[in-house]
């Protein structure tokens, strides 16, 4: 079997022959679903009201991802995905897990939990800012992507595929922490 793209395929960004491009595509159905249960159960029990599941938000920016639609008809489609995704760590998120939920580390428990909380709070806040358009994103961004070089100037749809992936992926592993 050849290796070379179908060529209509070969046009598109997002998609080709041998799967898709981008990461949070990609992301485990098991992760999906633990994030997925923990944090509607941390809305249901915060009686947050919301009216939407988390794995929707998620399958929403997986559909973002996938259609050059989407991305063509709205240039700020990153902005919009990062409000979106935000909310799965909406209000009082680590209070709220660790009143809930008895998986979650405490940031007291080790260097490791203390890691693991401060990088959730690092997505948070890039989400955020990005969500509205400040240039502190691109500091959050630096220092979840690159710590060591801190060398983005603008966020690319790899940098912001590797963030959101990074987010959920880290996510799965905070609501797993205390089961390892």
Not at 35 to 53: S, T
Not at 59 to 66: E, G, R, W
Not at 95 to 103: G, R, S
Not at 146 to 168: A, Q, R
Request: proline letters at 3%.
């Amino acid at each position: 079997m050849s290796k070379t793209l179908d060529p209509i395929l070969a046009e598109q960004k997002s998609i080709s022959t041998n799967g898709a491009e981008y990461d949070v595509v990609n992301l485990p159905k098991s992760v999906i679903e633990i994030v997925n249960v923990n944090i509607h159960l941390v809305w249901i029990m915060g009686n947050y009201k919301k009216n939407v599941k988390p794995e929707d938000i998620i399958f929403n920016a997986q559909s973002i991802f996938k259609s050059e639609d989407t991305k063509s008809n709205d240039k700020f489609w990153k902005e919009h995905c990062s409000g979106s995704i935000r909310e799965l760590v909406d209000g009082h998120f680590e209070a709220n897990c660790l009143k809930f939920l008895k998986c979650v580390p405490k940031r007291s428990d080790s260097d490791e939990a203390k890691q693991v909380c401060e990088t959730i709070r690092n997505y948070k806040d890039f989400f955020n800012d990005f969500a509205h358009f400040k240039d502190s994103a691109i500091g959050h961004a630096n220092t979840l992507l690159d710590p060591d070089n801190k060398s983005l100037k603008v966020i690319s749809e790899e940098d912001f595929d590797k963030l959101c992936t990074g987010f959920i992926l880290h996510l799965g592993k905070y609501f797993k922490f205390k089961n390892k």
